[in-house]
């Protein structure tokens, strides 16, 4: 079977999305996706793999395997683990350069953009920016 | 309610309600917001209350017929300007029974009083191998400051210690403090677990060794009358953001006696009598903490805050404010799981709270897509929390006296439909 592409991932999420029509269904779901998240091994829960800029605590690893990125996460709060779920789900199983060079239209469209804002404490600017500096490092890029 | 009725029923019974909660509340237009389509429930007051119209208005006024620069004006703006700020600080002057004008310093809010002291008197007076103690339970405001001044010095800090209750173990306070203790700086009301500390007993404590005591007034100034002649205190300071006014503006207190023998804390405009080449003489108290063009708007703002505070009066905003976190501390109880946090049987307007198997910022989220406004985390308490309590935060409701029982009620009933969604 053809892998979908990382857009069409994001076309997926934001018609599940489209289908709730209230802000208590689409949290339910959130919580539901971070209660399934996978989990990164016990090991990797240290200082080292933790994400800064987040008022929960979050951990990331990512490995390569033929070329593509696989994300592993976890955090004490569900709801951020929701939110990592959903951006693994785009990034994962892609190459790092198709990771680096994407752009996360779905945040917007799946009318969470008020709750899931880059101002907000939540550290979505913070998850992206690990997780693409993750396909940066395996690129072979410099990282800020 | 009609005049008569009002003294009659102070004559009777000082304790009677006499505000409607209601009218205060259209005293502040943004309490009428809605948020997520819901009302506005906003109770995050410990981090900044909200602003009376009052307040507002002076703002706008002082921009709109009073804005020059201060002091040294020849013209008649210039005078109305500085007699309005001037008339704020005598206003500040008055709220906390300052004996003298001299000693009402204006600053940009606690973390700046805390921050002058700390850098002024704390670097003239503490020295190699002395201490400074401040609780366990200090805002970072409150501890940084001192952390850092002691690593430049080369001082030891120290904690009095916090219970499970939330108070201050005193016990060991007489033998913490020795000879080479310089000063005792704390918090009057923890914006954490809302604990009123018996600051009075403490200071005589300090005094009767001969240590200074600075009170970090910034959560309990919007909820119990201060005195600084009573409590007796060395310096005291507040934020004008916390007690319904602006933000940016705030007040240290500070007896003459330790002002005068403090050096400056920044240089420039304001705060010079003389300037030449080879030097300069600085400004008479309370000039000479107040470097470059002041933060004029804001402190003339800050005055009918404090008279908003004082008509209502402290009786009824404790009274009223204890009926919302006796009744919310009381329903919360109920639900299952939950821990308060903070269970001091003195309390101000604070409650935290935690609930098994959730995270604060879960709550918190749930929370706000309900129209309430809570903050989460560590409340700018760190050490408190992760390392006192062991925990990831906490959920914290604080109240102003624009709350009502309706909307604790409605934060119960939001926190249990929270609580079931993330169980």
């Known amino acids: 079977m053809q892998e979908k592409t990382l857009k069409e991932t994001q076309e997926d999420i934001i018609e599940e999305f489209s289908l709730f029509d209230d802000w208590m269904s689409k949290y339910e779901y959130i919580i539901e996706l971070g209660k399934h998240l996978p989990i990164v091994d016990a090991q990797h829960k240290t200082e080292e793999f933790k994400i800064k800029g987040c008022q929960s605590q979050v951990w990331l690893t990512a490995e390569l395997k033929d070329g593509k990125l696989l994300y592993k996460a976890d955090s004490d709060a569900v709801i951020t683990k929701g939110i990592i779920a959903l951006l693994i789900r785009v990034f994962s199983g892609h190459s790092p350069e198709e990771i680096i060079n994407s752009d996360l239209g779905f945040i917007d469209k799946i009318g969470m953009h008020e709750h899931l804002s880059p101002n907000r404490s939540n550290g979505l600017t913070s998850m992206i920016n690990y997780m693409k500096n993750y396909a940066k490092i395996y690129a072979g890029q410099s990282v800020q | ?423």
Request: proline fraction near 4%; charge should be negative; glycine fraction near 6%.
């Open chain 2, 1 to 423: 309610m009609n005049n008569e009725e009002n003294l009659e029923s102070d004559r009777n019974d000082i304790r009677t309600m006499n505000f409607d909660v209601n009218e205060i509340r259209n005293l502040f237009p943004i309490l009428s917001l809605r948020v997520h389509d819901k009302p506005l429930v906003y109770l995050d007051s410990a981090a900044t209350t909200q602003k009376p119209f009052s307040v507002i208005r002076a703002l706008e006024k002082y921009y709109e017929q009073q804005n020059s620069n201060v002091h040294r004006a020849i013209y008649t703006l210039g005078e109305e300007a500085t007699a309005a700020f001037e008339d704020s600080r005598e206003a500040a002057r008055k709220f906390l029974n300052a004996e003298k004008t001299s000693e009402t310093i204006f600053v940009k809010g606690t973390t700046d009083g805390v921050n002058l002291v700390a850098s002024t008197f704390g670097e003239s007076v503490v020295n190699k191998g002395d201490n400074v103690i401040v609780t366990q339970m200090e805002h970072h405001s409150n501890m940084v400051p001192w952390q850092m001044l002691c690593k430049r010095k080369n001082a030891e800090i120290k904690y009095i210690p916090v219970d499970e209750k939330g108070e201050l173990i005193l016990d060991g306070l007489e033998d913490m403090i020795n000879e080479k203790t310089r000063m005792l700086s704390l918090v009057h009301v923890s914006n954490t677990l809302g604990t009123i500390n018996p600051v009075k007993k403490i200071i005589e404590i300090a005094h009767s060794r001969g240590v200074p005591v600075m009170i970090d007034a910034a959560q309990s100034v919007p909820h119990i009358k201060i005195d600084v002649q009573d409590l007796d205190c060395d310096f005291l300071t507040f934020s004008g953001h916390k007690v319904y006014g602006p933000t940016g503006i705030g007040i240290l207190y500070g007896k003459e006696k330790l002002l005068e023998m403090m050096p400056p804390y920044q240089f420039g405009g304001e705060m010079i009598i003389e300037v030449k080449f080879s030097g300069a003489k600085f400004n008479e108290l309370p000039y000479k903490f107040e470097a470059g063009t002041p933060n004029i708007a804001d402190a003339v703002a800050l005055k009918p805050a404090l008279e908003f505070v004082e008509e209502i009066g402290y009786q009824n905003i404790y009274e009223h404010e204890g009926c919302l976190v006796s009744f919310a501390s009381e329903m919360l109880s109920e639900i299952e799981g939950i821990r308060i946090i903070g269970n001091a049987s003195d309390k101000a307007a604070v409650v935290s709270f935690v609930i098994d198997g959730t995270h604060p910022y879960d709550l918190g989220t749930l929370l706000d897509q309900m129209g309430i406004a809570v903050r989460t985390g560590f409340h700018c308490t760190q050490p408190l929390l992760e390392e006192v309590y062991r925990l990831p935060g906490t959920v914290r409701a604080s109240f102003g006296v624009y709350n009502t029982i309706d909307e604790v009620n409605y934060l119960i009933d939001c926190v249990k439909r929270a609580r079931n969604m993330l169980l």
